[in-house]
């Protein structure tokens, strides 16, 4: 089991993630006239997108790749964190009003305000906020999660102003967490928690497993609803890089001692370590940029 001393650093956080896409323009587009994250760069293969100088994806054109068959491992979704209910309106306006099509549902999970969409590609995007801290509410160290309906038109009549769509590029987000699609989840808990040091924080039923650092609600969550028994991932379009960022070189050296420990293979550069979970999909630590 992982020790005290062996936990990710409190001050943990998750890093932009890689997408391999097969249109790169009409993803932009999706992303930027969508979701309302800016293009901070673009050499016409690989496009950089966030929020207020924060890195949210990263787009690789990747048009020799297949997408993936139905079942396998990789990500369910990418998840969006807004400072403000206001944020999150105008963004979940913007996707719902240019790509209604891609909305597949809304709940109230008691620690956030989650969103639901499937981009153009087949990759599942969550765009939420946090509710306080001070109200999250923990029972034997796993902190008490549900799925409760909502009207989504109420919150945007409620929370949707006209400044918040015309400055939406200008105010902050950021990664919150990332959820993959894995074969199953004991293998999950003896890979994110007792191999890479993250705490569990809650468990569905046995098909879900939802872990963290510094007692945030989760950072990660891995679960089998479309992929149990799922195998090593073979090259396909979609998850390419998961980033989790750590505050100091001592903190990453961390990782790559309980890697080398657990026999995993591991590239170490002194300020960023890879590896891959057992499913294959990579996994990218390293210290924050400042």
């Given at each position: ?67 993936a068959?139905?079942?396998?491992a ?21 996707v ?29 995007v969550?765009?939420?906020?946090d ?95 479309n ?42 550069d ?11 999909n ?9």
């Amino acid at each position: 089991m992982t020790h005290t001393q062996d936990l990710l650093a409190d001050a943990t956080e998750m890093g932009a993630v890689t997408l391999f896409v097969a249109d790169l323009d009409r993803m932009i587009e999706y992303y930027t006239d969508g979701v309302r994250l800016d293009l901070m760069g673009n050499d016409g293969r690989t496009a950089l997108l966030g929020r207020a100088g924060a890195p949210v994806l990263q787009l690789e054109h990747s048009p020799t790749l297949a997408f993936a068959s139905p079942g396998s491992a990789g990500l369910f979704h990418t998840a969006v964190l807004f400072d403000t209910k206001s944020d999150l309106a105008s963004s979940v306006y913007s996707v719902a009003r240019k790509y209604p099509g891609t909305f597949v549902g809304n709940q109230d999970h008691l620690v956030s305000m989650a969103f639901y969409f499937t981009d153009p590609e087949g990759n599942g995007v969550e765009l939420y906020w946090d509710r306080d801290r001070t109200s999250w509410s923990w029972v034997h160290d796993q902190v008490q999660m549900d799925n409760v309906d909502f009207d989504p038109n109420g919150f945007l009549r409620e929370h949707l102003t006209e400044t918040d769509l015309e400055d939406a590029h200008l105010r902050p987000a950021k990664v919150g967490h990332v959820h993959l699609s894995v074969g199953d989840i004991a293998t999950a808990r003896d890979f994110y928690v007792d191999t890479l040091g993250f705490a569990q924080t809650f468990v569905m039923h046995g098909t879900a497993l939802f872990v963290s650092a510094g007692g945030y609600h989760h950072h990660m969550a891995m679960n089998v609803w479309n992929s149990r028994g799922a195998g090593r991932r073979a090259p396909a379009l979609g998850l390419g890089l998961v980033r989790i960022d750590l505050p100091d070189a001592d903190a990453v050296g961390a990782v790559t001692d309980r890697m080398e420990h657990a026999g995993i293979a591991a590239r170490d550069d002194g300020r960023t370590v890879t590896f891959e979970d057992p499913w294959a999909n990579r996994i990218e630590v390293s210290v924050t940029p400042r």
